[in-house]
């Protein structure tokens, strides 16, 4: 079975509300197993360092094999964006 990195917005007042919402918004999407956010149970939030570009963090995240996210069945990592906003991203089992 391969891997397939995915990143994915989700909206609510806190991480978990935001990673429910995303997950069901992307099964209601394609009906189906996507290999990404849907096949991911939970997530773990990690702080963008002072001053980095949150996105630019989870590319550095990526390209570094970051444990916390380097795992297709591991849990999904979760940087907040602004309120009400997160990214949520790792590698998932396709």
Same mark, same amino acid.
Do not use: H
């Given at each position: 079975?391969? /891997?397939?990195?995915? +990143? =994915? !917005? *989700? %909206? #609510?007042? =806190? /991480? $978990?509300?935001?990673?429910?919402? /995303? ?7 394609? &009906? =189906? %197993?996507? *290999? #990404?956010?849907? @096949?991911?149970? +939970?997530? =773990? ?5 002072? @001053?980095?570009?949150? +996105?630019?963090?989870? !590319?550095?995240? %990526? +390209?570094?094999?970051?444990? !916390?996210?380097?795992? $297709?069945? #591991?849990?999904? *990592?979760?940087? !907040?964006?602004?309120? *009400?906003?997160? &990214?949520?991203? #790792?590698?998932? /089992?396709?």
């Amino acid at each position: 079975m391969s /891997a397939n990195w995915f +990143e =994915t !917005r *989700g %909206y #609510g007042e =806190t /991480a $978990k509300e935001a990673f429910d919402e /995303a997950v069901v918004a992307v099964i209601d999407e394609i &009906l =189906t %197993y996507s *290999g #990404g956010i849907a @096949g991911k149970s +939970e997530f =773990t939030q990690i702080e963008v360092p002072s @001053g980095q570009d949150p +996105e630019a963090f989870v !590319r550095e995240l %990526y +390209e570094n094999a970051d444990p !916390r996210v380097d795992d $297709k069945w #591991g849990p999904a *990592g979760c940087i !907040r964006l602004k309120d *009400g906003e997160w &990214l949520f991203f #790792g590698w998932a /089992a396709s």
